[in-house]
């Protein structure tokens, strides 16, 4: 998540002397980086409870032993907020990392899924992979975008030649 195309996103979302279209595309691309890292994340701390007391704790800037253990009421939180936000039509409002509930909401959905659990041997498994990045996609794209560009697919051409340095300055 940190190569040169994440860096690159990073820039255009906050990138001043570019088109509002490549700077929803680089809040998109910035906003899936995170929620794969955070899929890494789940990897590493052995279970969707321990890694939803991390986002409790990163969250609240409180320590862990003041928060209590409500993993579940936390998630169900945040899973009724982005079910909300999906039957609006709504996205995630991050610029380059979505905020702590669509954060969980992804983690949680990534543990259900036939990948997590081929991984892990842990997670019910009854989610396809493909189901879940297209839940994601959904929550991550950005109303103004032209919904041409699927996050895992192959970086636009654009995006591409900014990296390269090959853009014109209008």
Known sequence: PDGELGALACRLAHGDEISAELALLGSTLSMA??????RF?????????????????ATTGLPADALGQDTAGY?????????????????????????HGVRAW?????????LYREI??????????ADVDA????ILRQ?????????LDQPPAELVRLERGEHDRD
């Not at 980086?33 to 955070?38: G, P």
């Not at 839940?135 to 959904?138: A, G, Q, R």
């Open 135 to 138: 839940l994601i996609e959904k």
């Open 41 to 57: 994340a789940l990897l590493a701390a052995g279970n969707l409870e321990a890694l939803l007391r991390l986002e409790m704790v």
């Open 75 to 99: 998630l169900a939180q945040c899973r009724e907020l982005v079910d909300q936000c999906l039957a609006a039509g709504d996205t995630a409002q991050g610029i380059t990392h979505p905020e």
């Open 106 to 114: 992804a983690a949680w959905l990534f543990s259900e899924t036939d």
């Open 33 to 38: 980086r995170e929620l794969t890292a955070d």
């Open 120 to 129: 892990t041997g842990q997670g019910v498994g009854t989610r396809p992979i």
């Open 143 to 151: 109303p103004a975008g032209d919904g041409s560009f699927h996050y």
